[in-house]
């Protein structure tokens, strides 16, 4: 029973990260139809500040070396910088292209930002001891818990509810919201491309830096694919929930990563290593079921 | 008497958006094979393998507007499929014991053989597309990342048949340029033929507005399945004389790096035309292949220039970026090769054989 | 209507509403072969809503759509079309790639005729509807009344046997408007076939049509010739009291 629970809370932190990065997604995705692929390669980049550039494989510290709350501003500086700089550079030239051009350029946005990685940082994995102590496990009621998990669901879980609330609550939040949903329209009412369009990234780059804080901590390596699978299974995120809709992608990648630790769990050994072709197949058949996605808003729908 | 002359002169001008390319690219090989160095044979070869693959995206993507990130792994499907009929009998029953017990025993011969993996590719493609194409444009994009991803991690985790991540050593090589460009050739002809069908013309119109095509009549399904399928065949056949040229194969050559290689050609020469395939492969291997020599390094007046490893990625990323900015529809504008002596006379002769694509892309909503 | 034995196409008590929001309510009529019948409204009233439920661009929450008394209602669109009810767009929807006489050759193609065939097809369309020299043009370069033709020549290609325009004459000078008319008004004789006739112009709703159905607010307002629409008080009310295009004599 108690294994269970731990099996539950794991799915649920998992879940989380996903949502986050779903969520990023999809507030990008509302406000220029731009399926952002690059989204990792901020995730990537971000983890990679935390260390001096070089080609060693146990770099010194960079923001890592920083205390706390300022290794937290200056990643997340770094990675809306770069969010934003994508934006300038490569896609606002793009803003009036098709949904298939602009997902291909943000492929070549990826290819670029992890090529020029790759230059200065080399390919091979670099190990970085940040967060060690939260290693250790944390016991609550019985349940004996790493204290990264419990960091992951905290941090995760505090994220979505304040996004949620700035979505619902601030005029500036609604505003986006309005803009995700349905851009022309916000348009019509007087509500700037270029400021939403902004914020958008902004917040995709904030969220980037959060999950790549999370992903150094709880493996303690850098790679220049780290971002890659959290990003992938963001996208299949954004369908399964229904494009366009803010809910349908976090709800998505709740349930894409929740799934993924039950089938780790309970695969047969033998099957655990496919665990991902199980997951995405899991994805192909829920669009089957709903080729709209389990959350159908009016922008999925081709007006006639 | 001037009914035929005219006739052959018509069907001369359809046929040679395909067939003026062919002539070309002939040319081409007849010099390097003459005269070229054995790189510059192999750049040539590869170059070829590389036609057929960007063709074979291009009858889909090209036709129906859908971006596929999925092709890739149907050359996978061919290429391994090629290597268990045809690879290392001794170490089979070692190395791929999980193969059935016929294939363990015997090889296939290689055309036999690469017949039989191209039908399993189209096989695959088929089940693929029967599920995917029933999505809309962007979430079928997704799902076909989905299949790529799938595809690659079933395969590196079938040890007993695949040898998981490991490279498969040891495939008879019979590759040579004149082999890849008869095949680069049919490709081309079999893309060409679509593209002028009436399948063509209707995937075309879905393409152009799927509301408008399904108002009279054009199932977007089944137009969408046609070119999937077809384009998987062409896939495969490019998966087989990819393992049978270098001789090995692992299933994360046939992973996103390759995607991405095969779909910046085809939009840096254009989706919209099979001129605009062939021509990106020409220009993106190119670039790719001189900035592997600096890479490499050369010597420049009296100093050594060498690039570090890795320019050739970041420059092909600028290069796609640039060209998706610059020149939406890439650098044929989608335009197909045109007979340049065309008089007024066999304009109107069909219509197939016009410029088209000029129009920039659909916007977004 | 027992005894007429005319093809039709009929809305039967008609239902549709988006989020709760009611787009028709209970909309019954019927259009016949060989007559031209009006669909008018103010904006909003559901006339474009009506257009798509009956082409299978829209399910309706209620109520059946029959083409000669088969339930078609749940038929998906190019089903629909292909069992012989074709449409024009309020926005043209070319197929902007596609040269003038592709674009209705490749709608000819949809309902399965063979190549040759399509072709020719297409050609006589397009002489008929005065296209004969920009057929090679590609279609995005036509103006935006040729547009709107060419909507009308895409979608009489499958030969359909009920033609639903949307909107055809908007955006048109009185010119273009009367030419249209004249190939609107020869349309039941020449392709047998029946027309729905969605517009803002009442000089061409007039001229054009034999019978008008009102729609407003998503109901069913009047039906009846054009001067009984015309003098209808309850329709009169309605377009002067939302201020719009209130019918007028011609």
Known sequence: MLH????????????????????????????????????????????????????????????????????????????????????????????????????????????????????????????????????????????????????????????LIGLVLFLKKTPLGVQMRAAAENFEMARLLGIRADKVIALAFVISGGLA???????????????????????????????????????????????????????????????????????????????????????????????? | MANLAATLRAAFVLAWPVLGLLLMMAAGVLIVSSFGSISLQRTLTEGLIKIVTVVGLYIFIGNSGVISFGQTAFMAVAAYASAWQTCCPGLKPITMHGLPEFLIRNSIPII?????????????????????????????????????????????????????????????????????????????????????????LMLRATREDEVAARSVGLSVFWLRLIAFVLSGIVMGLAGVLHAHFLGTISIDTFFLNLTFITLAMLVVGGTRSLFGAVAGVFVVMTVIDVFRRVESGVDLWSFKLALPAGTQEVILAMVLLGVLIFRPNGLTGGRELTWPFTRSVTRSVDSMEKKRGHVGGKPAR | MTGDRKAELSAENISVSFAGLRALSNVTFAVHTGEIVGLIGPNGAGKTTMVNVLTGFQRPTDGRVLLNGTDITRYKADAVAKSGVARSFQAARMFNALSVAENVEVAALGHGAPRRQARARASEILEWIDFGGKAESPASELSYGDQRRL????????????????????????????????????????????????EHNMRVIMQACGRIHVLEGGRSLAEGTPDDVRTNPAVRAAYLGADQHPPKAT
Request: charged share 10%; with cysteine; proline share 5%.
């Open chain 1, 4 to 159: 269970v629970l731990q099996v539950i809370l794991d799915a649920i932190a998992l879940g989380s990260l996903y949502a986050l990065v779903a969520l990023a997604i999809g507030l990008v995705f509302g406000v220029m139809k731009l399926i952002n692929f690059a989204q990792g390669d901020y995730i990537t980049l971000g983890a990679y500040s935390l260390v001096v550039p070089s080609a060693s494989i146990t770099p010194p510290l960079l923001f890592g070396a920083l205390p706390v709350p300022a290794m937290i501003f200056s990643v997340v500086i770094t990675c809306v910088i770069l969010a934003l700089a994508t934006e300038r550079i490569a896609f606002r030239p793009l803003r009036n292209s098709s949904p298939a051009t602009l997902l291909v350029a943000s492929f070549a946005v990826s290819y670029f930002i992890q090529h020029v990685t790759m230059l200065v940082q080399t390919g091979r994995p670099k190990s970085v001891g940040i967060g060690s102590q939260l290693a250790n496990a944390v016991e609550i009621a019985g349940l004996r818990m790493p204290g990264v998990q419990i960091l992951t669901m905290g941090v995760t879980l505090a994220l």
């Open chain 1, 209 to 304: 830096a959060a999950v790549s804080m999370l992903l150094v901590v709880q493996t303690g390596t850098l790679d220049l694919r780290m971002g890659l699978m959290p990003v992938v299974i963001a996208f299949f995120a954004t369908v399964i929930g229904g494009i366009g809709s803010l809910s349908g992608a976090a709800l998505g990648g709740f349930l894409v990563g929740f799934v993924s630790v039950l089938l780790q769990t309970y695969l047969p050994a033998d099957l655990r290593p496919s665990r991902d072709a199980f997951v995405f197949g899991l994805v192909i058949l829920t669009l089957l079921v709903r080729p709209q996605g389990l959350i159908v808003t009016s922008a999925a729908k081709e007006r006639v």
């Open chain 2, 112 to 200: 036999p053989a690469g017949l039989i993996s191209i039908l399993l590719s189209a096989l695959v493609a088929l089940i693929v597309g029967l599920v995917v194409m029933r999505l809309s444009g962007l979430a079928a994009s997704i799902a076909t990342l989905a299949v790529l991803f799938i595809l690659n991690a079933a395969y590196s985790n079938w040890d007993s048949v695949t040898m998981g991540v490991s490279s498969i050593v040891g495939l008879p090589t019979y590759v040579t340029p004149w082999i890849a460009y008869s095949m680069a050739a049919g490709a081309m002809i079999v893309a060409y033929l679509f593209q002028i069908s009436r399948f063509g």
């Open chain 3, 151 to 198: 909507g009308i020549a895409r979608a009489l290609a499958g030969a359909p046997k009920f033609l639903l325009l949307d909107e055809p004459a908007s955006g048109m000078n009185d010119a273009e408007c009367d030419d249209l008319n004249a190939h609107i008004a020869e349309i039941p004789s020449r392709f047998n076939c029946g027309v729905l006739l969605i």
